[in-house]
């Protein structure tokens, strides 16, 4: 199978510039769950996605928001972006729920100038 | 909420000595400990998991323990090599349904020759 896709790798962008980021699960997978990586923070719960339904959020702004579609395949979008949102932004799929094994994509390097 | 800590946050050792890596989790309702290892520039992949029926479990040169009493588990690394470098991640996550799985910080492991 496949593994979890996310596009685009990189991105730049100015503060105040919105963005949106895509995560493709494995083929199956029903829940998709994001995660902000810093240096020294290690990685920070966004929210999880199951069938279409935001079953969980962390403790972000809300300018953080997500969406998950029929097809399982998941966007995040940080609108009014600031310095401090520069990160990795990884998605995991798993099975059916987010304690079950998460299967990480190889992340969105988002760079905010 | 649920919260895990993470002890050493960087731990050197020479090629064929152990490691131990220590989490502590606050949610005693938490039943699911996956450690992920990360190299540098690649996703967190999944090297081993246990669930709180068990103490403790093993795969080859990697072990991990849990206390579900004392409310923290470790991982131990024998006979490091070293393509074991790696950041490595501990995780924990409850039994609810969409409950989000919450990392520790990381711990840097380099292991030299």
């Known amino acids: 199978k496949a593994g979890v896709t996310q596009t685009p790798r990189y991105l730049i962008k100015t503060r105040g510039q919105q963005v949106t980021l895509s995560c493709s699960p494995i083929s199956g997978h029903r829940s998709v769950s994001w995660y902000q990586q810093t240096p020294g923070q290690g990685l920070q719960f966004l929210f999880e996605y199951f069938s279409e339904t935001q079953r969980n959020k962390g403790n972000f702004p809300g300018r953080f928001s997500g969406r998950q579609f029929s097809n399982s395949r998941s966007e995040m979008n ?16 798993s099975l059916v729920q987010g304690r079950d094994t998460q299967y990480f994509g190889p992340g969105t390097r988002l760079t905010v100038l | 909420g649920e919260n895990v800590e993470q002890h050493p946050s960087t731990l050197s050792v020479q090629e064929g000595d152990s490691a131990v890596i220590k989490c502590t989790y606050s949610d005693s309702a938490s039943n699911y400990f996956p450690w992920y290892k990360q190299e540098l520039g690649k996703r967190p992949q ?4 246990i669930r709180s029926n068990v103490g ?17 588990f470790s ?3 024998t ?3 070293p393509e074991d470098s790696a950041v490595y991640f501990c ?3 409850g039994p609810q349904a969409g409950t989000a799985l919450i990392f520790g910080k990381g711990t840097t492991l380099s292991v030299s020759s």
């Open chain 2, 46 to 49: 999944l090297i081993i998991d």
């Open chain 2, 79 to 81: 006979e490091t090599q």
């Open chain 2, 91 to 93: 995780a924990a996550s």
């Open chain 2, 56 to 72: 403790e479990k093993k795969d080859q040169r990697i072990a991990v323990t849990l206390n579900k009493t004392a409310k923290h």
């Open chain 1, 78 to 93: 940080v609108s009014t972006l600031e310095l401090g949102d520069s990160a990795l932004y990884l998605c995991a799929s």
């Open chain 2, 75 to 77: 991982l131990h690394i």
